[in-house]
């Protein structure tokens, strides 16, 4: 079976920060790029941040660069969203999705992906 679950969703206040967790059954994280997708209600979801299968290459949207870091621990099959001076804008359903894959993307090719954890940034 092959699932992804996130975890560490929560309510921030603005400016605070949140880690959120991907964990991997089913399958090995060592050959998938990693996504972290958000979706606000009313709004289109949106790529947030990537990595390669490696951990060597990142790729970050705009509107999180400088406050949101991407990491993945393959022994531990987690990927991990360092969310740091968050803003209202950043709550949404954050989403991790997973490719067979070396290179990431954020907005296309993702086979698997998660059930969602919320974050709320709100004062």
């Known amino acids: 079976q092959l699932q992804l679950v996130e975890s560490g969703g929560g309510l921030v206040q603005p400016g605070g920060s949140l880690r959120l967790s991907c964990a991997a059954s089913?399958?090995?994280?060592?050959?998938?790029?990693i996504g972290w997708f958000r979706q606000a209600p009313g709004k289109e979801r949106e790529g947030v941040s990537c990595?390669?299968?490696?951990?060597?290459?990142?790729n970050y949207a705009d509107s999180v660069k400088g406050r949101f870091t991407i990491s993945r621990d393959n022994a531990k099959n987690t990927v991990y969203l360092q969310m740091n001076s968050l803003k209202p804008e950043d709550t949404a359903i954050y989403y991790c999705?997973?490719?067979?894959?070396?290179?990431?993307?954020?907005?296309?090719?993702?086979?698997?992906w998660g059930q969602g954890t919320q974050v709320t940034v709100s004062s």
């Open positions: 089913g399958f090995s994280l060592d050959y998938y790029a």
């Open positions: 990595i390669s299968s490696s951990g060597g290459r990142t």
């Open positions: 999705a997973a490719v067979r894959s070396i290179f990431c993307m954020l907005s296309t090719g993702y086979n698997y």
